[in-house]
């Protein structure tokens, strides 16, 4: 008879615990880093003998907890860590081109539009080389092409800083989820298998080797426990006791590097961080260019104006310096007086008419239609790399999420079945009591 109270308690204990476990699945359903939980669930065998004589026998006690599993497949974890990673770094590298294409501004108000307003103002005084309103406009077209040459040099200097300053930030977020995830594997250590303290760690791991992964391709190695340990080019950055963080080196023309524990290490290939490196670069390309453009610009009108001269009948001033790259170009003369407009000894507009010269193949605004044309190449492929990478995470998502995430629908069915699970038990403990008693009653 006490065998069957036994069997009863233990159905109690083992549905009481299965409810418990659904309750927390349920209430974690919309919690993207909870793994759905199940309860295992088997049969607590007993044995005895009824005679010396006889073998020993194998009977039911009832229902035994092994423990609680986690509805995870490392195969499917390891595939959205690295399709998130890349798709985190090809969302980074959009973003960034988007904003390198803004800043250079290819608008009414940006370098084209003022270059080639510069080119049409030279044709129409041209026309009329005395005309001193015409003067005045020219150069101030001059000088409005180098104030927006000069703003979009300080902007994209503007963008150098602001990506790094994302790097760092992505470092600290990086730095910050090594800290847990090193102290996740201390609690992990010390955590009873297939207990629900070993469950939520596991969670917490996967959380912090996702955030890592999603800022660069670190190799993961797992140990015993489900310990994970982090390694990149050579460097340990997650071991036994031990967390080496990863700093930003920046460069003197604002480019980035990593530095872990004190050494430089390659830059990665995937992630938000080998994406501002990537950014970083480019952007670096875009100044160096502009910087080329103003060099060139000024190296035409100066050499233009040297070829003529004026009124007074003497060469051309440089109206132009470009010595400290586009950020510094400045016009060295608003007298209108300084432009030389005629040719020596020939007509007083020879000069301003080979202005339109300085237009061909080789000329500043080509220069300028080839970097917006590079920028432009470079966001749009940054730009479908991300709809690539989006729709290949998202496959990986789905093939784990419908291993790991929570059904409500399959929870529903299992609150009713192990509700009916524990009333049944309750029900074999209450006739056992009946029993009993009617035994009791016989004597």
């Known amino acids: 008879m006490s065998d069957i109270f036994s069997i009863g308690l233990s159905g109690i204990r083992a549905y009481q615990q299965a409810l418990s476990t659904v309750s927390s699945n349920i209430s974690n359903s919309e919690n993207p880093n909870y793994v759905r939980r199940d309860l295992r669930l088997g049969e607590l065998g007993s044995t005895g003998a009824i005679s010396p004589y006889y073998i020993n026998q194998l009977n039911s006690g009832g229902v035994d907890v092994n423990g609680i599993a986690r509805a995870a497949d490392p195969f499917l974890e390891a595939n959205v860590r690295l399709t998130g990673a890349s798709l985190y770094g090809a969302e980074t590298r ?14 009414d108000h940006g370098v084209g539009a003022k270059l080639t307003a510069l080119f049409a103002m030279g044709e129409e005084l041209a026309g009329s080389p005395f005309n001193s309103i015409l003067r005045n406009q020219f150069i101030s077209d001059i000088d409005s092409a180098v104030t927006v040459i000069n703003r979009t040099a300080d902007d994209l200097a503007t963008v150098s800083g602001q990506i790094i300053g994302a790097a760092q930030q992505e470092v600290t977020t990086l730095n910050e989820a090594l800290d847990n995830l090193a102290e996740t594997n201390i609690s992990l250590r010390a955590a009873a298998d297939g207990s629900i303290k070993q469950a ?38 997650v071991d036994i006791g031990q967390v080496n ?20 290490v390659t830059a990665p290939s995937r992630g938000s961080l080998a994406a501002l490196v990537l950014s970083a670069d480019t952007n670096i390309d875009r100044r160096t260019e502009l910087d080329n453009l103003a060099t060139q610009f ?9 070829a003529g001269e004026t009124d007074g009948g003497t060469a051309g001033p440089a109206l132009l310096d470009a ?9 060295l003369s608003d007298d209108p007086a300084d432009l030389a407009l005629a ?10 008419t080979n202005f339109a010269a300085l237009r061909g193949p080789a000329g500043v605004e080509q220069a300028w239609t080839n970097i917006i044309g590079a920028q ?39 609150l009713l079945r192990f509700q009916e699970a524990y009333n049944a038990s309750a029900r074999v403990i209450q006739v056992a009591r009946e029993t009993m008693q009617s035994v009791l009653a016989i004597f």
């Open 343 to 352: 040719l020596p000894g020939g007509p007083a507009n020879g000069n301003i």
């Open 200 to 237: 939520a760690l596991l969670d917490q791991r996967d959380t912090a080797l996702a955030v890592i992964s999603e800022r660069m391709d670190v190799t993961i190695s797992f140990a015993d426990k489900g310990v994970a340990n982090i390694d990149y080019d050579g460097q340990s950055m």
């Open 323 to 331: 010595t400290g790259g586009a950020a510094a170009l400045i016009l």
């Open 376 to 414: 432009a190449i470079t966001t749009s492929s940054a730009q479908n790399e991300n709809v690539a990478a989006m729709t290949q995470h998202q496959a990986a998502r789905n093939a784990r999420d419908n291993l790991s995430s929570v059904n409500l629908d399959r929870e529903a069915a299992d």
């Open 245 to 264: 963080s990863v700093s930003v080196a920046v460069g003197g023309d604002d480019s980035i590097g990593l530095v872990i524990n004190g050494a430089a």
């Open 298 to 306: 000024a190296a035409d009108v100066n050499g233009w104006q040297a």
């Open 94 to 107: 959009a973003r960034w081109m988007a904003n390198v294409e803004t800043t250079l501004n290819d608008s």
